[in-house]
């Protein structure tokens, strides 16, 4: 008899299928992972087991006993907890109050202070944390918080913990203490289900991996007898492409963007770089280094800047947007909530909206060519949403990021400058992003990729260009570039 098992669940909401006949059984005291693609029913399906949500079809068994939890509450009677990511309990309270709400220690019809105090620390205690039980739950990181929400499951007496996405607002050093505390767990045989998309803590923490895929299950085997790429295909249902780029092959057309000696007082100075059709240069750097300000004084956005852009032969007046956007550049910015996509507005009107000056030189926005170009992003991209009319706010960050590629894509722009591609986006999606820019570059368009993460410059660009403060200092081709040699030259040290 299997300790914890989901039979046949099945979970609707409106227009989406989130969950379609799970099955699989989960071991006394084991760390179980649930991975899969944002969107996948990773959550929808902790949430059914935590009471949160009732599935529509199937059912739980705990022990052999079919279990219907109708509530939080009720899931924690039958010893069933949630740790989620968001914030969980009352910000203007105490943590000894947030931890002991369900029953307030009382004394002659007042609460009991002292015992409360006593009582939080105790259950702060069970699992080896160090907080002040006066500190108010507002003024602690997430890390710290989610502590406590860990204190209040085991301190209720858990038996299955399910932590969603638990790491994925942490610091390396939170991190650690996690992945201490969940060992600590289950050295106590409390089960825990671990949501996670990060594969490399999945493998370090985990004794089964379960992978969901568009509301599916997929498989459920034993971390040792699984391999992390074997997980990424069965995440996104194909096998990943191979490391190297098709672009890579092709030869490479003519010089498409020039910069030449571009400087923005207190931002960078001195930049010269060219990228030409077909290829894909990256450019690296630590936070502060002037790459996101160069980007933007590339594309019109700088009015400070100073010094030369041609696109092609022709020269672009700095600081005009209008002027760099016609001749067919594009910057896909770095916080796509705030600059690349506008959250209220639905899929297909922010994919047009780059486009707009193009559709409606009619005077009109022709509906009927938006709607066709937007489903062929859309479905180009994989875009995961029930509907073009579907507001982008309710995507997940990875379709999010899809939508706002998308938009300059029915733009057909020749020069793409983009910043930070897949920050906040899942591997599957990753994958896709990867995919398509490197069909762009085949198809001819010039690309200069902004990327905190060495490995994806590494795997996409032809070349890469380093910055540190504010200067361009060093180019290193695809074939000599390693994490080593660019982190010494974005940090100024010498290497060996
Ligand atoms: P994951 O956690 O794997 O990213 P979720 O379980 O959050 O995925 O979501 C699965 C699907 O169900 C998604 O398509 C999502 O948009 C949808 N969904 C989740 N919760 C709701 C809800 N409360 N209302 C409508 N749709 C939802
Ligand atoms: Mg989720």
Redesign the pocket.
């Known amino acids: 008899m299997s300790f914890l098992a989901f039979e046949g669940i099945g979970k609707r909401?409106?227009g989406?299928v989130?969950l379609d006949d799970v099955s699989f059984t989960v071991a006394e005291g084991s760390c179980h992972a649930l991975i899969?693609?944002?969107?996948?029913?990773?959550?929808?399906?902790g949430k059914i087991l935590s009471g949160i949500y009732t599935a529509d079809t199937g059912r739980l068994r705990l022990q052999g006993r079919p279990i219907a939890p109708e509530s939080p509450l009720a899931a924690r009677r039958l010893g069933i907890a949630m740790v989620h990511q968001e914030l969980a309990f009352c910000p203007n309270l105490s943590i000894a109050e947030n931890l002991c709400l369900g029953e307030l220690p009382q004394r002659a019809g007042w609460v009991d202070r002292s015992a409360l105090r006593a009582r939080a620390r105790q259950l702060l205690a069970s699992i080896g944390a160090d907080l002040d039980p006066d500190r108010l739950i507002g003024t602690l990181s997430t890390g710290l918080e989610q502590l406590v929400q860990i204190a209040a499951a085991v301190g209720t007496g858990a038996k299955v913990i399910v932590m969603?996405e638990p790491s994925s607002s942490l610091s390396a050093g939170e991190t650690r203490e996690l992945f201490r505390l969940v060992r600590t767990l289950k050295e106590r045989r409390i089960t825990i289900i671990y949501?996670s998309h990060r594969l490399e803590e999945l493998f370090a923490l985990c004794d089964t991996i379960t992978v969901?895929r568009d509301?599916r299950h997929v498989a459920t085997e034993p971390i040792s007898s699984t391999r992390p790429d074997r997980v990424v295909s069965q995440m996104i249902g194909r096998d990943l492409r191979p490391e190297t780029p098709t672009h890579l092959s092709r030869a490479l057309g003519p010089v498409a963007l020039t910069v030449n000696r571009l400087s923005s007082p207190g931002r960078f100075e001195d930049v010269s770089l060219t990228v030409r059709a077909g290829e894909i240069v990256g450019l690296a750097g630590l936070v502060g280094a002037g790459r996101s300000e160069t980007l933007q004084a590339i594309v019109g956005l700088d009015p400070e800047a100073q010094g030369n852009v041609h696109v092609k032969d022709r020269p672009l007046r700095l600081g005009a947007l209008e002027e760099a956007l016609s001749a067919g550049l594009g910057l896909l910015p770095e916080d796509r909530k705030r600059q690349g996509l506008v959250l209220g507005m639905n899929c297909r009107e922010n994919t047009s909206l780059a486009m707009l000056p193009l559709l409606s030189r009619l005077g009109w926005i022709r509906r009927e060519k938006e709607q066709t170009l937007t489903r062929q992003y859309v479905a180009r991209l994989r875009v995961?949403t029930?509907s073009l009319e579907t507001t982008v706010a309710?995507l997940?960050g990875g379709n999010q990021q899809k939508i706002a590629l998308a938009k300059w894509l029915a733009r057909a722009c020749d020069i793409l400058l983009i910043d930070e591609p897949t920050r906040g986006v899942d591997v599957g999606a990753k994958a896709e992003i990867y995919q398509l820019l490197d069909e762009l570059a085949c198809e001819g368009k010039a690309i200069l990729v902004v990327s905190s993460e060495l490995p994806e410059l590494l795997t996409l660009s032809r070349r890469i260009l380093v910055m540190r403060q504010g200067q361009l200092v060093g180019e290193v081709a695809r074939e000599h570039a390693s994490e080593a040699n660019l982190m010494h030259l974005m940090a100024g040290v010498a290497a060996h």
């Open positions: 909401f409106p989406v989130a899969g693609e944002n969107g996948a029913g990773k959550s929808t399906l969603d949501v969901l509301g995961k029930p309710g997940s």
